[in-house]
Each structure stands twice: as structure tokens, then as C-alpha cells.
């Protein structure tokens, strides 16, 4: 099996990317050949500061082996350092129409959200959906907010192999079970984000042991004083589907637990339960960043790797499409 996704280098990372990403990541790398991309070309659609991309992506890359990546297992990789996604991108906007990118939902929701729209930020789902099918992907870990990405690119493959012949994979998208779409704590019916999500609800995963206790202990919670999932109850359902996570155990387990333990001592054992989970990942994150030349070098095995695997793809598409190429038809 061949196991593909990536991850922008933007924002300081939360505990919705650790549990809907980074964690899917280091499981699911146990499964066949994987490949893991930081996706920087995707991070340059909206404003940002060329210095801190460059910062932000030697963070990210310390962080996904922190989180349990292996370089030596995985192929781990700056997107921009193989420039075959760039290449196929644009081959592939040839099968992929205006209509389809206009309904992307993440597309009208940032849109609506700045004066200037680039193109990029319009047509970026055709340079993930050529990140994914250059690998001959099976499967791709994401969270929930991915499904319609993974749709478009099962869709751009399927015309490409009917319009060209056979040449990608179809691939699949693997979801959490549970925690697929982790809410902020302060208004849980909205994605816990570092971008558009409150200070004291967003978990980020470099917090001080503290500072994530003290989050979690303000949480906003809901009427009553039940432990237990449901519609009306969406600060306490999130709360359980974290610990059900962080802790390995089963949502209606939880529950059980909690039955007439009222809301502030809950609070306070996922606030724990989080805070003892992430201390060994931030500190092995800061031991990996002092080390910048070290990251660099890891950095460029991988790219050496990801080149050398997507190169067939990219070659059979240019092929396909019937392009004259040198030194061959």
C-alpha cells in the first residue's frame, strides 16, 4: 500500500492537526511505503512573510518527526524541493473544470474572507489532488475538512485515466474514527484553528503544560451538568471525543466514567490527560529545532527520495498527453 498527505507550514499548529493529522501520519506510516509532504507551495495563495515560511517549514518538519514520523520508515519533504508537483499540477487543470474548483466550500470560505483572491488559492485543490496522484496513492490520512479534496482528486484521476488511459491510482481517504473535526474550546461549533479561532479556546501544541490546563478548565461548556455526547451539547461532546483520543479509549466509556462527575472535574482530567500527552512532543521538538543543519539534511534525503519515486508518474502523463519528448517519442 502507498500512503500519501501533506501539511501547509502555516500557523502554529494545533491539537485539531495533531489528532486529525500528525497522529494519522505516524500510525498509518506502518502500513506500507509512505510519503509526507509539507506543502509550501500551497502556503504562498495567501499573505505571508517569505522569512517566516522559511522558518515555518524547518518547524514543521521537526515537529512531524516529533510526532512520530520516521525519516528512515517515511519519505518525509518539502513540496517546492520536487518540482514534479508543480509539473503535474498544470497537466492536470487541463482535466479539471471551472465548476468543480467553484465549489470547493474552503475556497468561498477564505475567499469571503480577504479583498485580494489570488488564482492559486482558487486552483490549489489541482496541485493537491497532483501531489496525492503522483505517488500512486491507495490511501490518504486527512481530517474530516478534507473529504471534498479527496473526492475532487479521485475525480481528476478518473477522467485522466479515461481520457489518456490507466495512469493513476484511484485513491482513498482515511478519516478519524473519532476526532475527526476538533472544535475550539471556547466556541465549539467552530474548527479549533490558529488563524480564525479564538486565543483561549485554540490548544496549541507547543503550549506550556499550564497553559494548556488553564484552556481546558475554561472551556465552554453546555446546559446541564452531563457527561455525554450529543446536538445540544457540542462543548462537552468535543471535550469527550479528545480524551477518547488522547487517552485511547472509547467515547461511550467515557461517559460511563463520568456519569454524575459534573463538568469542572472532566475539564480538569482532559486538561491533564492533553498536558502530560504533549509535553514529550514539544520536547523533542525543541531538541530537533536547535539543530537546524541536521533537519536541512534530512530534508534533502527526502526530496532525493520523493524525486526519484515521482518521476515515472510524471513521465507517463507528459507521455500520455502526447507531448514530444527529448530523447525519446
Known amino acids: 500500500m502507498k500512503i500519501f498527505s501533506g501539511i501547509q507550514p502555516t500557523g502554529d499548529k494545533t491539537l485539531g492537526n ?3 493529522g500528525f497522529r494519522q501520519y505516524a500510525q498509518t506510516q506502518e502500513l506500507g511505503e509512505a510519503y509526507f509532504c509539507i506543502v509550501d507551495l500551497h502556503s504562498i495563495t495567501v499573505d505571508y512573510d517569505p522569512d517566516d515560511l522559511r522558518e515555518r517549514t524547518l518547524d514543521l518538519f521537526a515537529m512531524l518527526i516529533a510526532t512520530g514520523l520516521d525519516p528512515e520508515r517515511s519519505t518525509v519533504f518539502a513540496q517546492s524541493h520536487v518540482t514534479a508537483h ?7 487543470s487541463a482535466v479539471t473544470s471551472y465548476g468543480q474548483l467553484g465549489r470547493m466550500t474552503q475556497f468561498k470560505e477564505k475567499a469571503d474572507q480577504r479583498e485580494f483572491v489570488s488564482a492559486g488559492l482558487f486552483t490549489y485543490p489541482v496541485l493537491m489532488a497532483g501531489d496525492i496522484l503522483l505517488y500512486q496513492t491507495d490511501a490518504v490520512p486527512v481530517g474530516d475538512d478534507q473529504r471534498q479534496h479527496i473526492e475532487l482528486a479521485r475525480d481528476i484521476a478518473e477522467r485522466f485515466n479515461a481520457r489518456f488511459g490507466e495512469t493513476f491510482v484511484v485513491p482513498k481517504g482515511i478519516f478519524p474514527e473519532v476526532g475527526g473535526r476538533i472544535m475550539d474550546l471556547q ?29 481546558f478548565r475554561s472551556a465552554q461548556t453546555d446546559s446541564g451538568r452531563e457527561v455525554v455526547r450529543g446536538p445540544d451539547k457540542p462543548g462537552i461532546t468535543n471535550l469527550i471525543e479528545i480524551l477518547a ?8 466509556e467515557i461517559e460511563r466514567a463520568y456519569d454524575g462527575a459534573g463538568y469542572g472535574d472532566f475539564k480538569g482530567d482532559v486538561g491533564d ?4 500527552h504533549l509535553t514529550p512532543v514539544r520536547e523533542r521538538y525543541l531538541e530537533l529545532r536547535a539543530d537546524g543543519d541536521e533537519l536541512r539534511r534530512l530534508l534533502a534525503v527526502g526530496a532525493d527520495r520523493a524525486r526519484e519515486a515521482s518521476t515515472p508518474t510524471l513521465d507517463a502523463m507528459y507521455e500520455r498527453m502526447g507531448f514530444a519528448r527529448l530523447g525519446g517519442r
Open 18 to 20: 495533531y489528532i486529525g
Open 86 to 92: 508543480a509539473e503535474a499540477s498544470w497537466l492536470l
Open 187 to 215: 466556541e465549539p461549533t467552530k474548527r479549533m484553528s490558529t488563524t480564525s479561532g479564538t486565543p483561549q479556546g485554540t490548544v496549541r501544541l507547543l503550549d506550556e503544560p499550564d497553559v494548556i490546563r488553564k484552556k
Open 245 to 252: 483520543v488522547i487517552s485511547e479509549r472509547a467515547p461511550d
Open 273 to 276: 490527560a492533553v498536558a502530560e
